[in-house]
């Protein structure tokens, strides 16, 4: 996030729901900022002005603290980097068994399946697998670049999900290994958002974890909180400022992670039907939606599918959205995000 001054060849977006004539709420501004799995996780909470200041750094870490929880918690039940996590154990199992999901693990794996099938599998919490064979999960595999894995590997496509999870329950297929990281730091940012605002003294927050973001509410000036895009991720080609007024947005995109072999750059985003690094003919998509998980995970689908089909979805769908294409030709932006010029 940053301030808002810009230049002439910054876009400004603006949520068409944003309440008109948003004046400055009288509170105060507080800050956070830490690391979290394996990333830089903060918060920006604006408290009542009728609270009293001296009170602000008690306030700040009562809130800290319960989040610092609620983190902790996701990471014991989703870290492929844990070994004793609910998701390692899960991916352990022997195909046929099955295994009782605990809260909040079994609604992310839901979310997850949901947006998979209405997706048609471009966003697929099945390529724990592929994912580790191309060197970017949890385990030391050999060097993907030096071995050519990470550039000619390809696989049959992960079993279906169709039916595995029933009331909590969730059974092993052959094959089949979960990967939430394209969705479950996007629900990190939903829960904490929802902490936050249950305290009464909090009257709007802005909540980021590497890169996934989410505001609520107004600055204490009256101000939205802004998000800037750049499809590299580079602060000198900054394209986009978005106000976040209620809304999530986050993005995928080469910039992220990958394996570089020459000129080339090999993503962390696989193509679920090859298990290889996509051939996206986009470098970043961005995704704006109420719930982060959703935009999280919609965003890599988005990379998977490519210009065309994913502004043809996100048409369909409502969703607002920039895509970016490699050619460096303008961005693409969607019908609902055509409402936030």
Request: charged residues 20%; contains cysteine.
């Given at each position: 996030?940053?301030?808002?001054?810009?230049?002439?060849?910054?876009?400004?977006?603006?949520?068409?729901?944003?309440?008109?004539?948003?004046?400055?709420?009288?509170?105060?501004?507080?800050?956070?900022?830490?690391?979290?799995?394996?990333?830089?996780?903060?918060?920006?909470?604006?408290?009542?002005?009728?609270?009293?200041?001296?009170?602000?750094?008690?306030?700040?870490?009562?809130?800290?603290?319960?989040?610092?929880?609620?983190?902790s918690l996701i990471d014991q039940q989703m870290s492929l980097w844990l070994a004793t996590s609910d998701i390692v154990r899960f991916n352990s199992l022997a195909a046929g068994q099955e295994m009782?999901?605990?809260?909040?693990?079994?609604?992310?794996?839901?979310?997850?399946?949901?947006?998979?099938?209405?997706?048609?599998?471009?966003?697929?919490?099945?390529?724990?697998?592929?994912?580790?064979?191309?060197?970017?999960?949890?385990?030391?595999?050999?060097?993907?670049?030096?071995?050519?894995?990470?550039?000619?590997?390809?696989?049959?496509?992960?079993?279906?999900?169709?039916?595995?999870?029933?009331?909590?329950?969730?059974?092993?297929?052959?094959?089949?290994?979960?990967?939430?990281?394209?969705?479950?730091?996007?629900?990190?940012?939903?829960?904490?958002?929802?902490?936050?605002?249950?305290?009464?003294?909090?009257?709007?927050?802005?909540?980021?974890?590497?890169?996934?973001?989410?505001?609520?509410?107004?600055?204490?000036?009256?101000?939205?909180?802004?998000?800037?895009?750049?499809?590299?991720?580079?602060?000198?080609?900054?394209?986009?400022?978005?106000?976040?007024?209620?809304?999530?947005?986050?993005?995928?995109?080469?910039?992220?992670?990958?394996?570089?072999?020459?000129?080339?750059?090999?993503?962390?985003?696989?193509?679920?039907?090859?298990?290889?690094?996509?051939?996206?003919?986009?470098?970043?998509?961005?995704?704006?939606?109420?719930?982060?998980?959703?935009?999280?995970?919609?965003?890599?689908?988005?990379?998977?599918?490519?210009?065309?089909?994913?502004?043809?979805?996100?048409?369909?769908?409502?969703?607002?959205?920039?895509?970016?294409?490699?050619?460096?030709?303008?961005?693409?932006?969607?019908?609902?995000?055509?409402?936030w010029l």
């Open positions: 996030m940053s301030d808002p001054a810009l230049d002439d060849q910054v876009t400004v977006l603006i949520p068409p729901d944003v309440p008109a004539g948003a004046q400055p709420n009288g509170g105060r501004e507080v800050v956070h900022s830490g690391e979290v799995f394996g990333t830089e996780w903060s918060l920006r909470l604006v408290r009542k002005g009728s609270t009293n200041p001296a009170n602000d750094d008690a306030y700040l870490a009562q809130l800290v603290k319960a989040c610092s929880q609620t983190l009782l999901l605990p809260e909040p693990l079994a609604t992310v794996i839901s979310k997850a399946f949901v947006i998979c099938d209405e997706t048609e599998g471009a966003f697929n919490p099945g390529l724990y697998e592929a994912v580790e064979q191309c060197g970017f999960g949890a385990s030391n595999q050999a060097d993907p670049v030096a071995s050519g894995l990470a550039f000619s590997q390809e696989c049959e496509a992960a079993p279906s999900a169709t039916g595995m999870l029933q009331d909590s329950v969730l059974a092993k297929r052959e094959g089949f290994a979960l990967d939430l990281n394209g969705i479950a730091k996007g629900y990190a940012v939903d829960l904490l958002c929802d902490v936050i605002r249950s305290h009464p003294d909090t009257t709007a927050c802005f909540v980021e974890i590497g890169g996934e973001l989410k505001g609520y509410g107004t600055r204490a000036d009256g101000m939205p909180f802004w998000v800037d895009l750049a499809p590299d991720g580079s602060e000198q080609n900054l394209t986009y400022r978005a106000a976040l007024y209620g809304w999530a947005c986050a993005t995928s995109g080469e910039a992220e992670r990958y394996h570089r072999r020459g000129d080339s750059r090999y993503s962390h985003i696989l193509a679920p039907q090859t298990g290889a690094s996509v051939k996206s003919d986009l470098i970043a998509a961005t995704v704006f939606d109420k719930e982060c998980a959703r935009a999280d995970a919609l965003a890599t689908a988005m990379m998977v599918m490519g210009t065309e089909r994913a502004l043809a979805f996100a048409d369909n769908q409502a969703i607002p959205c920039v895509l970016s294409p490699r050619t460096g030709t303008a961005d693409v932006i969607s019908s609902a995000m055509q409402d």
